[in-house]
């Protein structure tokens, strides 16, 4: 343990990690006139999963949880530039779903649960999805589904208006602060952050795929492990068409374009969790053989290796996030484990980390389903659409 510099002052929340949730907790904090510090163990804000993500944002979900979550970020996510002064890179492109047989009246089921939340949604056949977007081989599918509020953001660009706007409310922003060592005192912790001192009444764990580890350095259970996901970059194609986020629910495989790249990505169901390094070439072959036999012409496509790259999912048990107070440990929040949806949520989770610290509980959204107690009793959520 490194050597502790006296005096570097009290907060009243730390939180813990710099990506998109982070950042709008600080903000949201700080803006409701708490003091604040962001500890972030690199030496820039949004260099972990949040620059890594493929920065998809959707309302179709299943769960109404993640339906609410999705939608307030949304609308946030929308005006970002009108009351951050940051454009959020928030583009309309779409999620498209083609869906299988078997899938189809579950699949219908969440259209209802999304418009019941007043999510814009629309049910095409194969045919309308065919001619809108890129061409797709319909076998075994029964239909689509098309958001058209849903599209894609800059998660960097949001993290530090966030950021930003947290610091003009007085956040601290400590970068190169690891926390590496978090303990508990009669009424505050003490935490060590690149060997300083900090005192606060509430930790926020916004640490991502670390969220297990830091939860492990104060004693709290948190059940979220680190799991790789890659993202395949095609060769710059002039004249490309902007395609939406396209998701073969069948195979798991999706795609959108990037300009004038496509990104193309795929869960490997089998990959062990852990902080294993480097992209999974061998899972390549089977991800494209899922893209070419759903969408015969990306055989054509080139691959750019080296615009390619890998990130971690935070997974939980039930692949949904944490969010919320510990009812066991006092001055301990939660706001980890989005299993590969954190960026679309973090305005949303902002908010409910705030309402939880400054007025006794999250009332906007209720995100009791989300609370970490719930792996204990086996109240486990299952929404059909993580990707
Ligand atoms: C390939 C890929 C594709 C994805 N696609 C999407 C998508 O399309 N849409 C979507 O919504 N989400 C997507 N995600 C998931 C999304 O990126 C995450 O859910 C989101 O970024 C989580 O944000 P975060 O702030 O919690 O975590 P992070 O961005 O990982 O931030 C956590 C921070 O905590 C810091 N930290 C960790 N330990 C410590 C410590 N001990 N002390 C101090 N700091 C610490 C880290 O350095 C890091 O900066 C994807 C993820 C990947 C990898």
Do not use: K
């Amino acid at each position: 343990m490194g050597s502790i510099t006296p005096g570097h002052g009290s907060v009243e929340v730390a939180v813990i990690g710099a990506g998109i949730v982070g950042a709008a907790c600080a903000y949201e904090l700080a803006a409701a006139g708490l003091q604040v510090a962001v500890l972030e163990r690199e030496p820039v804000p949004a260099a972990c999963s949040t620059g890594l993500s493929a920065a998809g944002v959707r309302v179709q979900w299943t769960d109404p949880v993640n339906v609410a979550l999705s939608l307030h970020s949304i609308e946030v996510l929308r005006g970002f530039a009108a009351e951050f002064g940051v454009d959020s890179g928030y583009r309309p492109v779409g999620y498209l779903f083609l869906v299988p047989e078997q899938d189809w009246p579950d699949h219908l089921a969440g259209v209802e649960v999304q418009r019941a939340a007043g999510a814009p949604v629309q049910v095409l056949s194969l045919d309308d999805a065919a001619r809108r977007f890129a061409p797709f081989d319909p076998t075994g599918l029964a239909g689509a589904t098309f958001g058209p509020i849903d599209g894609v953001v800059d998660p960097h660009a949001v993290t530090m208006g966030y950021l930003r706007r947290a610091r003009e409310h007085g956040a601290q922003l400590r970068l190169r602060a690891e926390v590496t060592r978090i303990e508990r005192g009669a009424d505050a912790w003490q935490l060590l952050a690149g060997g300083h001192e900090v005192r606060a009444r509430v930790v926020v764990n916004a640490s991502g795929a670390w969220a297990g580890r830091v939860g492990a350095l104060a004693g709290v259970p948190v059940p979220v492990e680190p799991a790789r996901r890659m993202i395949w970059s095609t060769a710059p194609r002039r004249g490309r068409a902007t395609t939406p986020l396209t998701v073969d629910v069948a195979s798991g495989v999706y795609f959108r374009s990037e300009g004038e790249r496509l990104l193309l990505g795929r869960s490997n169901p089998d990959e062990q969790p852990g902080f294993v390094t480097g992209i999974d070439w061998e899972f390549l072959e089977p991800t494209l053989a899922c893209a070419v036999a759903r969408f015969p012409w990306f055989a054509q496509e080139e691959l750019d290796a080296r615009a390619s790259w890998y990130g971690y999912y935070e997974l939980t048990p039930d692949h949904n996030g944490i969010i919320g107070a510990s009812p066991q440990v006092t001055g301990w929040v939660d706001a980890s484990g989005f299993s590969g949806h954190g960026v679309q949520q973090a305005p949303a989770v902002g908010r409910a980390v705030r309402e939880e610290i400054v007025d006794g509980r999250a009332h906007s959204i209720d995100i009791d389903p989300l609370r970490g107690g719930r792996f204990a009793t086996g109240a486990h959520r299952h929404d059909r659409h993580v990707v």
